[in-house]
């Protein structure tokens, strides 16, 4: 069942917001959402203990989604300028952005606005997301994982910014990177439930996606000239496999290019991690432990063993 909410991180709210929507809190991942703010309240330090650590929740209708992007938009202008916010905050206003304009430019089922929106996060997140010095496991605690299009597209661009981190990307490369993983599931852009968010629903796994959604995407992009042949690629081929078990074509492991071999790691992780009604909450252990038994045969080691070791054994520099 689809409820008319939609998750967001209590750490993009500060004291002193005024809240342009009525926010709902959920106890439990069963529980209904229970008002615990109203519009137009200011947010002063009782109020922001209400919502902290909660699970938060919108209503996921059209104007309130425009009034939280509104919000969240003039909230990066000021993370931006602000020295002293802490980069946690910073990180979570910086995803409720992204995942906001993600969510417009799907729900648009434009795919040109699609293409802007990541090429603009693209630049956007290689210069937003360095400075914050943070790991893996410090943006898990801020993404969503509701197998909704926009979280997911959201989690996948910051995914593969760590992912990266272990690798020779220039700027320019991790540039284009990231702008194709925002942009690999747009041929789900048609279809219907996807653009709906919920809290409880999950369209993610693979056998639950149309197959055909890499190559209706590569046929979208394709015609775009502004994007180059490895994000065509990425969006072919982050279901190929390197046993050939894949598609849409089922080709071996030395044809699929390399970005869409790493964009098929953080993306097999985000499947794993995304709610599933009918089998509970996935860990990262978890799902690195089933990706453990892949790594080698249908997805690359190298790339797993990076992957891995970023939750394991997170590194601060
Ligand atoms: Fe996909």
Redesign the pocket.
């Known amino acids: 069942m689809t409820l008319p909410f939609f998750p967001i991180t209590p750490l993009a709210f500060d004291v002193g917001i005024k809240i342009p929507v009525d926010l709902y809190v959920q106890h439990a991942i069963d529980a209904s959402p229970v008002h615990v703010l109203s519009f137009d309240d200011v947010l002063d330090a009782g109020k922001l203990a209400r919502i902290e650590n909660k699970r938060l929740l919108a209503p996921a209708d059209t104007v309130a989604k425009q009034e939280l992007r509104r919000l969240f938009r003039q909230q990066l202008e000021t993370a931006i300028e602000d020295g002293s916010m802490a980069p946690l905050r910073k990180a979570a206003i910086i995803v409720e952005t992204l995942r906001g304009d993600i969510d417009e430019a799907f729900t648009s089922r434009t795919t040109r606005l699609m293409v802007e929106t990541a090429r603009r996060w693209g630049k956007l997140l290689i210069e937003l997301l360095p400075p914050l010095c943070l790991e893996l496991n410090d943006y898990y605690g801020v993404l969503q994982h509701d197998g909704h299009l926009g979280s997911q597209a959201t989690n996948l661009s910051i995914y593969s910014f760590i992912l990266a981190s272990s690798f020779q990307f220039d700027d320019k490369e991790l540039e284009e990177f990231l702008m194709g993983a925002i942009l ?2 747009v ?2 852009i048609e279809l219907p439930e996807d653009t709906t968010a919920g809290v409880q629903q999950n369209h993610s796994t693979d056998a639950s ?1 149309p197959r055909s ?2 190559a209706d995407g590569f046929n979208r992009l394709v015609r775009d000239a502004i994007v180059t042949r490895p994000q065509l690629m990425m969006a072919y081929q ?2 190929e496999r390197l046993d050939g078990s894949g598609y849409p074509v089922g080709i071996p492991g030395e044809l699929i290019h390399p970005w869409a071999k790493m964009l098929a790691i953080v ?1 097999t992780f985000e499947n794993l991690t995304c709610a599933r009604p009918q089998r509970g909450t996935v860990t990262r252990r978890q799902a690195l432990t089933t990706m453990r038994q892949e790594a080698g045969i249908t997805i690359d080691l190298e790339h797993f063993r990076c992957w891995e070791s970023q939750i394991l054994e997170p590194t601060k520099t």
């Open positions: 690999c599931d041929g789900r996606i959604h890499a982050h279901h993306d």
